[in-house]
């Protein structure tokens, strides 16, 4: 079964700055997509970014980039110029594409993120 | 952008009554979900559902849960006798394609007293 682990249950940046958020997955799998989703306390769930494993390149939305090591299993998030609008709890997210399986999302624990004016 | 809508946006209940939350998914859409989301916890898969039937589900979801699609517009998912235990955000989600973008409701904020 495919698992995923945040380990940095909380981060903090100074606002302007960057900061870069780390996740871990296990799978067996060759292809399956990685996304990273901001809750902020709304709860709303709200998609940052999107990396398809066969991609080598990695996905970037405006402030939000990923840094994507597929042997390494790790994908983490940098944001830059960090806003105070980003301060929300991060959930990494795997998700297979093996039909019988419902392409279902498998969440991290989440991280924390702060942004200190 | 299309959403997903979830209602009620709260439901209190007490212990033991059955609840039904309610979801108006994309229309187009084919593939659908419930999660759940514990108060300062990670979101966990409950099901997933696929022309018409449980394509997978999660070992949270027993016998007290079912899901249906009754009229092609509403998906629902059905705790029949709720315990303290299942007081939860939950929500839908939506998609069209296994490989496109999953569309999240907003939620429902189940508790049970």
Known sequence: AQTVTQSQPEMSVQEAE?????????????????????????????????????????????RFSVNFQKAAKSFSLKISDSQLGDAAMYFCAYRTLVYNQGGKLIFGQGTELSVKP | EPEVTQTPSHQVTQMGQEVILRCVPISNHLYFYWYRQILGQKVEFLVSFYNNEISEKSEIFDDQFSVERPDGSNFTLKIRSTKLEDSAMYFCASTGRVNEKLFFGSGTQLSVL
């Open chain 1, 18 to 62: 960057t900061v870069t958020l780390s996740c871990t997955y296990d799978t067996s799998e060759s292809d399956y997509y990685l996304f990273w989703y901001k809750q902020p306390p709304s709860r709303q769930m709200i998609l940052v970014i999107r990396q398809e494993a066969y991609k080598q390149q990695n996905a970037t939305e405006n």
